[in-house]
């Protein structure tokens, strides 16, 4: 990532989050273990990408006193729906099957991940025009 310059980085960072749900839908369409491997390559290579991207989106946006604050509830949000889909699992998993579960959790997490590139601003927030906002503000 060091050598890897985001030309937008919320965009690139919401893009390459998508492939998180491929080993799901591996998982649940019950792919061999080297398709799964690769789509767990996949997906690390892509949340690598999209924390970078989204970090740096974060740091070079918002003010340096408002930052953890920012992060804080960041996370919250990122976090606060994984003990739900942990309890809701098993109930789904044993009225509609395990594979199904895991195959409509993995498209509805891609679907999930592309809802913010409908925002105008996010697809074409640049480096550029983060600097250009700092120095309006």
């Keep these: 990532m060091l050598r890897l310059q985001l030309r937008r980085p919320l965009r690139d960072s919401m893009l390459a989050i ?20 690769i789509a767990t390559l ?3 290579a892509g949340s690598t990408i999209s924390g970078v991207g989204w970090d740096t989106s974060l740091q070079q946006a918002i003010p340096r006193d408002r930052l953890s604050r920012i992060c804080a509830i960041d996370d919250f ?16 998993a044993h009225v509609f099957g395990y594979q199904a579960v ?33 120095e309006k503000g």
């Design 77 to 92: 949000g990122s976090f606060a729906a994984i003990p739900v889909g942990e309890i809701l699992a098993v109930p789904l």
């Design 18 to 37: 998508v492939f998180s749900g491929i080993p799901m839908i591996c998982l649940g369409q019950g792919y061999a273990l080297p398709y799964l491997l």
């Design 42 to 44: 996949l997906s690390g």
């Design 102 to 134: 895991a195959t409509v959790g993995g498209i509805a997490f891609m679907a999930i991940a592309f809802l913010p590139l409908m925002e105008k601003s996010v697809r074409q927030l640049t480096p550029a025009k983060i600097d250009a906002l700092k």
